[in-house]
Each structure stands twice: as C-alpha cells, then as structure tokens.
C-alpha cells in the first residue's frame, strides 16, 4: 500500500544506498558535498511523495475534492449541480423604456438585470435576475434601489418583495452525499430511491421525502426543502415537478409539495451569566433554532424518526455560556422530547425563560 515518505527517512535510504554501492569510501555526514546533495534531493522526492499522496486521495470519492470529486461522480451520472441566479419583481418609476439587460443594484452593489425590454409610463414590474448566480443574490425587500447606469426617463427603483431562489454551487459534502446515495441503495424502476435521487439533482434542493402511495395505487408525494433547510418557493416545486414529469415512469402520478412550520415552545429558568444578562434570550433563541434548523427534516418519512430532544435542548443552552444551569425545561408546555411529523419543519416560535437567583 502506497505510503508518503518524510524527508528524513528518504534521506536515510538515499545514505544507505549511496554508502554501499561505495564501500564506505566517500562521507555522507551533513555538511559534505554527497551529504548536502543527498539532503537537497531528499526534500524535491518528499515534495513528489506528497503529490503521490494526494492523487490516492482524489482517487477516492469519500477522501476527494473540487474538480476530482466532480469528475468522479460524473463516472455515475451524477453531475455537480451549478449555482442559481437569483430572481424578483422590481418597481420602476418614469417614463421611457427599460431595455432587457438595463441594470438595477443595491446600495452594496449586488447587480440585478431585467429579463425582458418594457416601455414605462408611470411605474411597472419589471421581471429581473441577478447579473451573479448564487445565494448572495437573495437580498432582502426595499434593497434594490440603484440605477447604476442612466435610462432616460428612469427615475428610480424598488423592490417590494424580497429576491430568491438564488443558490450557491453545490458543495463537496451534497455531491459526495448524492453520490453515496447512488451506489449504496437499490435504485430502480421509479422506486423511492430513485425519486429521491431525480429530486436532489435539482440545482436548489436541499433534501426531500418521497412518500409512495399517498393517495392511493401510482401516487407519489415528494416533499422538499431548499438548500437553506427552509421551506420551497413555488417556483423551485415547479421545477421539481417539471423535471419529474420527464423522468417519472409512465402512468404514476407525482405530487410535488413543501412541508409546512411545526412551532415550538422553550421555557425554563436559567441561571444567567453576569456578562450576558443584556444578550442571552438571544442567544439562547438563535442556537435553539440552529438546532431546530438542522435535525428538522428527515428523509425517511416511515419511520418519522426525527425528533426534538428536550435533553438536546438542554445542552445547546448550556454550551452558548451565556447560562450557567437551568431548570424546568419544557417543550410545547410538556417535559418530553417532541416527533416531527413528515411534511413538517420545526421552528422556535416562542422562548419564555426567567431568571433564577
């Protein structure tokens, strides 16, 4: 088996060799001319070991990267899904035409083009996509209000609803998930596996449930979320839906939804530290939530195995070190842990906790 070699022990070997094919006649020791030249190609052979190293890596799905990792999961037809332009509606105010390409930003400089020319007169909508693809594109309402580059008559811009359905590239641990999922289940015949592999090559999805027979024989349910464990825009469903419809095996019925928010209720009392007394609910509600955020959805909707363990939360709150103890822990007003059902994503809708003394 292939092994990397340090400089030191390359040096060693290069010694013996260069020793024994001379009888002892000429002095290896550090500082002579053989002893230095040994030493300075012992550190370009450990440099190429190195290199060696790392293609035995790239070789391998589960120690690969980047572009190695792409390539290797293209041997499987699984194609690294590429970052998405942003979408939205803005506001225009004037009287002139508004030319497909003009240009709209925010103040930070975040780029928006329109997607078709519009004649205005007064104010329009006007459809645009973000000039860059990715998440950094999803700005929030009311952001998009520059007009870097005049258009006659334009006189300003808004957007009244925020932007979406922007999505960063697909990273190495989604490929190298995607690509596990394809050679270790049975996927065939429009089986789950197989809906759930369709599903997830769509660039957006973050994960889903497939739920078989859900309305009776040649039903199929899929339930998906975004890439930010958040719930789907129409418009990504609809482009879940449409890819299914191409992919799907003849005469089933496929139904494409996104699960609904699960509230969930925190209250103790706590024993706060001095310094955060100003900051802890804070804190305390957003690693809550990052919890919630992250165990929320589970792919296996049969088993709904998914929980939200108060023992858990108990925990998170104590490793923020804005509280000290706690007691009286109750989720939804009850001392015991909460199932998610399928179709739902829980979300902390209320922290009620009070200071112990």
Not at 30 to 53: C, H, P, Q, R
Not at 175 to 186: A, C, D, K, Q, T
Not at 272 to 278: F, M
């Amino acid at each position: 088996m292939f092994e990397a070699k340090t400089q030191e022990s390359i040096q060693s070997e290069l010694k013996t060799i260069y020793e024994k094919e001379l009888n002892g006649q000429v002095s290896t020791i550090e500082g002579t001319f053989i002893g230095d030249n040994l030493a300075a190609n012992a550190v370009e052979f450990e440099k190429s070991y190195a290199e060696m190293s790392l293609i035995v890596d790239a070789a391998f799905a589960q120690t690969s990267w980047g572009q190695y990792l792409t390539m290797r999961a293209a041997e499987f037809g699984i194609d690294r899904k590429e970052a998405v332009k942003a979408k939205g509606i803005v506001t225009v105010t004037g009287t002139g035409v508004v030319n497909s390409g003009a240009i709209f930003s925010t103040d930070g400089g975040i780029q928006f083009q329109a997607v078709n020319t519009t004649t205005i007169n007064g104010t329009a909508d006007i459809n645009v996509e973000a000039v860059e693809a990715g998440e950094k594109g999803n700005v929030a309402a009311g952001t998009v209000v520059k007009i870097p580059v005049t258009i006659t008559g334009i006189s300003s811009v808004t957007n009244e609803k925020a932007m979406s359905d922007g999505y960063d590239a697909e990273t190495d641990a989604s490929l190298l998930s995607r690509l596990l999922l394809h050679v270790r289940n049975p996927i065939t015949s429009g089986n789950a596996n197989h809906y759930r592999e369709w599903t997830l090559s769509v660039a957006g999805v973050g994960n889903c449930q497939v739920i078989p027979l859900w309305n009776g024989n040649g039903t199929v349910k899929v339930s998906i979320i975004d890439e930010n464990k958040d719930i789907a825009s129409t418009n990504l469903i609809n482009q879940v839906a449409a890819y299914l419809d191409t992919v799907k095996p003849i005469g089933a019925t496929v139904t494409v939804s996104t699960p609904t928010y699960l509230d969930v209720t925190v209250s103790a009392r706590v024993r706060v530290v001095t310094a955060y007394k100003d900051t802890y609910k804070e804190v305390l509600k957003k690693a809550i939530n990052d919890y919630l955020i992250d165990e929320g959805f589970s792919s296996d909707y049969i088993t709904a195995s998914s929980i939200i363990s108060i023992a858990k939360i108990g925990q998170i709150m104590l490793a923020t070190g804005v509280i000290s103890d706690y007691d009286e822990l109750k989720l939804n007003g009850d001392i015991q842990y909460i199932t998610i059902a399928a179709e739902k994503l829980p979300r902390l809708s209320t922290l009620e906790v009070t200071e112990l003394e």
